[in-house]
Antibody
Framework: EVQLVESGGDLVNPGGSLRLSCAAS????????MNWVRQAPGKGLEWVSS???????YYADSVQGRFAISRDNAKNSLYLQMNSLRAEDTAVYYC??????????????WGQGTLVIVSS | QSVLTQPPSASGTPGQRVTISCSGSSSNIGSHTVNWYQQLPGTAPKLLIY???QRPSGVPDRFSGSKSGTSASLAISGLQSEDEADYYC???????????FGTGTQVTVL
């Protein structure tokens, strides 16, 4: 059974840093692209960042230069290092696996999310 | 800011058919397949439709998707109370080099 479990969410001051983790199990982690998606309170979904199986990395403009995505295939883990945090980064952060084959590309499995609150 | 536009809300009585539209552009829906996600209250999103009109295993055939040009639609036929949720369309965007979600539609069963 595929499982994605996020951790690391916390209350942090504006300008501070936080590192989120996503522990994956039940599939061959190294062969899948992985993503972070966030959802601010009462708002819609926003894609944050992706890292391919061969470590190509993409970021949303809203986090470019402040966030860094990485993966450790030996530990079946995905990470998101968040620096220079702002109030607008307050959200539930989801880890999501991306299935990509031919014309299909979609997020087929999601974690339960971890809450990040940026406030003084 | 979402680049895919959806109506904020939709509603129907049990058994009715509800459709949700999703409008994009040539760089996203016009060039890539559309996916739909269902988010029940207080839970993580779940893949509902992929590849414009494919249902993952376990998704009832009451849910169907379609795409034409730079727009897509999700239809729920035989609406049930458990279908009350937020629905999001999504697609890859070549201009942004990222995945874009729709603004989301809250479905209410009257």
């Amino acid at each position: 059974e595929v499982q994605l479990v996020e951790s690391g969410g916390d209350l942090v001051n504006p300008g501070g840093s936080l590192r989120l983790s996503c522990a994956a199990s039940g599939f061959s982690f190294s062969t899948y692209d992985m993503n972070w998606v966030r959802q601010a309170p009462g708002k819609g979904l926003e894609w944050v960042s992706s890292i391919s199986s061969s470590s190509y990395i993409y970021y949303a403009d809203s986090v470019q230069g402040r966030f860094a995505i990485s993966r450790d295939n030996a530990k079946n883990s995905l990470y998101l290092q968040m620096n220079s945090l702002r109030a607008e980064d307050t959200a539930v952060y989801y880890c999501a696996r991306r299935y990509s084959s031919g014309r299909f590309t979609h997020f087929d499995y999601w974690g339960q999310g971890t809450l990040v609150i940026v406030s003084s | 800011q979402s680049v895919l536009t959806q109506p904020p809300s939709a509603s129907g009585t049990p058994g009715q058919r509800v459709t949700i539209s999703c409008s994009g552009s040539s760089s996203n829906i016009g060039s890539h397949t559309v996916n739909w996600y269902q988010q029940l209250p207080g839970t993580a999103p779940k893949l509902l439709i992929y590849g414009n009109n494919q249902r993952p295993s376990g998704v009832p055939d009451r849910f169907s998707g379609s795409k034409s040009g730079t727009s897509a639609s999700l239809a729920i036929s035989g609406l049930q109370s458990e279908d009350e949720a937020d629905y999001y369309c999504a697609a890859w965007d070549d201009n942004l080099n990222g995945y874009v979600f729709g603004t989301g539609t809250q479905v209410t069963v009257l």
